[in-house]
């Protein structure tokens, strides 16, 4: 009876508390009329020719997940905000998907509430990027960033495997995908396992570091590397990140780095401070247990020499 009873008091607060339920909150009400359309498989209009109401499946590109939209940086936005407001007729005039979406810039750039995140020098560094270089202006940063569901993972999340997660996923929507792929290539992508050859361990690696890791040039100043350099200049030197000076202290751990200092203060963060090596990362618990330990022998050993003083 007592664990059917906790049971149930657990199903109650998943239930309060569920996520969910919090983020769909998020959403702006206004889009309210366009997601009940875009979250669902499939769409009725009325059909001018026959006089009928017809019933088509969506174009799964035009489908949302409500969830993933509410958990974006962008949901409390209303769609209107990006998308035209003739989108607010129902059908939608066709000739609308031929216009032009705006851009990140027209909303982040010169706006002093945003100048801390560098959007300006974000665009400066992708336009020296590979993608840029190729494809040209038509390669926007939605073609990375997806604008519904994008989360500032590197700046807000305290896992690691998470930002690593959420980053290459954004790769590998074009990378593993040879429809998307032919947009921007008159070529079959090239298979990822075969191009990384070279590289011991490829799953752990794949797992464990960001593409960008390898695939960028590092710029101090910015959070993230957006200067996605050709496959002929990839890092390919593994001491570069398995080493005391690892590279990646720069980048993929660098909010880590900095939270951590924030909360610990300078002095204690370089005593807990972590081999930076993928594949071998320290665990916290162990970390604590091994300082403890040293204490511990330290106190042990100050005891034993001040009970050979005192016997003296």
Same mark, same amino acid.
């Given at each position: ?29 206004? @889009? +309210?009329? !366009?997601?009940? &359309? %875009?979250? *669902?498989?499939?769409?009725?209009? /009325? ?120 980053? @290459? +996923?954004? !790769?590998?929507? &074009? %990378?593993? *995908?040879?429809?998307?792929?032919? /947009? ?129």
């Amino acid at each position: 009876m007592r664990s059917y009873l906790h049971f149930v008091v657990v199903i109650i607060l998943i239930s309060f508390f569920s996520p969910t339920q919090a983020q769909n909150q998020a959403l702006a009400p206004e @889009n +309210d009329l !366009c997601l009940k &359309c %875009h979250t *669902n498989q499939t769409i009725t209009f /009325l059909n001018t020719l026959t006089k009928r109401q017809d019933k088509r499946m969506m174009n799964p590109l035009y489908i949302l997940n409500k969830d993933h939209l509410a958990a974006g940086v962008h949901a409390k936005f209303k769609c209107t905000d990006c998308h035209s407001a003739d989108y607010s007729k129902y059908p939608h005039n066709a000739e609308l998907k031929l216009e032009p979406l705006s851009t990140c810039l027209d909303c982040h750039g010169g706006d002093a509430k945003y100048a801390a995140y560098k959007f300006e020098k974000i665009d400066e560094e992708f336009q020296k990027s590979v993608h840029f270089q190729k494809v040209g202006e038509s390669f926007t940063c939605s073609k990375c960033h997806n604008q519904h569901y994008y989360q500032a993972k590197s700046r807000n999340s305290s896992e690691v495997g998470e930002i690593v997660g959420f980053s @290459n +996923d954004m !790769c590998m929507s &074009c %990378h593993s *995908n040879n429809n998307k792929f032919l /947009l921007f290539s008159n070529k079959l992508k090239p298979e990822l396992s075969q191009i990384h050859d070279w590289l011991p361990n490829q799953e752990l690696h794949f797992k464990n570091v960001r593409c960008i890791e390898c695939h960028t040039v590092v710029v101090d100043s910015l959070s993230v590397s957006h200067n996605i350099l050709p496959k002929e200049k990839a890092l390919k030197n593994c001491v570069e990140c398995h080493s005391k000076n690892s590279m990646l202290e720069a980048s993929l751990y660098k909010y880590k780095n900095i939270q951590t200092r924030t909360e610990k203060g300078k002095l204690n963060s370089i005593i807990t401070n972590k081999s930076y090596i993928i594949g071998a990362y320290q665990n916290e618990w162990l970390n604590n247990f091994s300082i403890i330990i040293f204490l511990m022998a330290l106190v042990g050993i100050s005891i034993h020499l001040i009970i050979r003083i005192i016997k003296k």
